[in-house]
């Protein structure tokens, strides 16, 4: 029961990554808060008003209604604007940029917001046009709530002005690779900081029992907690096998158990794993090193031909590798009595970094410009404090010299291969 209700209320905060979660929310509000005026206003708020602070009630019957009229045509307008600059804010950043960059950019609290601020009022300005008499009986006129639609028009008109400039700053590609860039960091310095006093030897797990998966999906995130309570109450180790962002199959391995399982255990335990189309950095910060290298062969396409772009995504590649260097092969979870229980398989740096490597040389091998900044990223690398594993050294020196390989074969200008020459006796 528990495990079900940790993994509801961590769907429901996933829920935050959708475009209509909060103009949903504000829309519900909106209404509720329309009803709400509309017992004050039936208890004789606008007629108490009227008597005490004339100010705040509107007392005309055909100013109110031109007033919400025209604030109702007016939000109209304005929501198709903004959804409209949303959809062709989603389609540029797909087009010039990378389709992986939707989810962080549709999952923008801010815009959520402002689009739930227009439905909010929209429907307060509806349900209190529908509440006016038709008698045109002062006192039955709901002016103190033509005046809160007129704050709330107020408002909806600071924000669309702020909407405007925000989304103006969010479709600049600096923008959006600063967003990857700082969300992948903090997940990578989290991860490095739980793993600083923690000694990751975990019991060989060849012998042990397995479970395939029963489903299909990207897997992309596991409830720890629930996963940890379980390991408790069962008093079992656990080998996760997938690693995060990879598309499972049914009968895949999904995890290795040191002791054999009842089903209802098995359930409990494949109710943890997280199944998605969807892909957030926040979930997975390997998603970063995927979204910026596209971002970077994307650029250099002939379509965009923007090698400054690619030069700022290999900046960003180098400071993620660098910290990669500092975080351990594996993630081993402890229990409450500081026992590995839980055994976390992720991508290895070799691995991770011949995945980026290969696409850069594939797509950047001919621009020189562009080889000698990813000659640089793995001298740096190479001569970086934190490479303290050998084979960290060794994949490293391995790129080397398959990008001087491509660049040499790539390059034809005698001036372009000399610069290749020096740049790799230089590593």
């Known amino acids: ?83 409209s600059m949303v959809m062709i804010l989603l389609n540029q950043a797909s087009s010039n940029f990378s389709p992986r960059i939707l989810p962080g950019l549709i999952s923008n609290r801010r815009h959520q917001i402002i689009l739930g601020i227009y439905n909010f009022t929209l429907l307060y300005c509806i349900f209190t ?22 704050f709330a ?30 969300t992948a960091k903090a997940r990578l310095e989290k991860l490095i900081d739980s793993e600083k006093n923690n000694n990751l030897d975990f019991p060989e797990t060849t012998n042990w029992s397995t479970v395939t998966s029963n489903t299909s999906g990207y897997f992309q995130d596991l409830n720890l907690n ?16 997938p690693i995060k962002g990879t598309y499972l199959l049914p009968e895949q391995l999904l995890f290795k158990s040191n002791v054999k399982l009842e ?41 965009i031909n923007d090698p400054g772009t690619a030069i700022n995504a290999i900046d960003y590649l180098t400071e993620l590798f660098s910290l990669r260097l500092k975080k351990k092969e594996i993630s081993v979870i402890f229990n409450q009595q500081e026992l590995p229980v839980i055994k976390i398989n992720t991508v290895d740096f070799k691995d991770l ?24 990223m793995l001298s740096y690398l190479k001569d970086s404090n934190d490479v303290k594993l050998e084979m960290y050294k060794k994949a490293i020196a391995l790129e ?26 230089n590593t």
């Open 153 to 182: 028009m107020t408002f909806c008109l600071g924000a669309f002005i702020y909407f405007i400039h925000s989304i103006s700053q969010e479709i600049q590609v600096n923008n959006i690779m600063d967003r990857i860039f700082y």
């Open 1 to 83: 029961m528990k495990t079900y209700l940790s993994n509801t209320i961590k769907s429901i905060f996933k829920l935050e990554s959708k475009i209509a979660f909060y103009p949903t929310l504000l829309s519900v509000l909106g209404l509720v808060f329309a009803f709400t005026m509309y017992y004050f206003e039936s208890i004789g708020i606008s007629k108490y008003l009227l008597k005490n602070a004339p100010v705040l009630v509107v007392n005309d019957v055909d100013t109110a209604r031109n007033l919400l009229t025209t604030f109702i045509a007016g939000l109209i307008s304005i929501m198709v604007f903004s959804f």
């Open 226 to 241: 629930a996963l940890k309570e379980i390991t408790e109450t069962h008093d079992i180790k656990l080998d996760i096998i």
């Open 353 to 376: 970094l011949f995945q980026v490597m290969a696409a850069l040389r594939t797509y950047c091998s001919h621009d020189i410009i562009i080889v000698q900044k990813l000659f640089f």
């Open 129 to 150: 046009l529908v509440s006016i008499e038709p008698d045109g009986n002062k006192y039955q006129l709901p002016g103190f709530s033509v005046l809160l639609a007129i």
């Open 400 to 425: 080397l010299e398959n990008l001087f390989e491509d660049a040499t074969n790539s390059l034809k200008n005698k001036a372009d291969l000399m610069i290749l020459k020096k740049a790799y006796s």
């Open 263 to 303: 089903d209802k255990v098995v359930e409990e335990i494949c109710e943890t794993f997280r199944f998605s189309k969807s892909e957030l950095i926040e979930d997975n910060y390997l998603l970063a090193f995927k979204q910026i290298t596209e971002i970077a062969v994307k650029a250099m396409s002939p379509g």
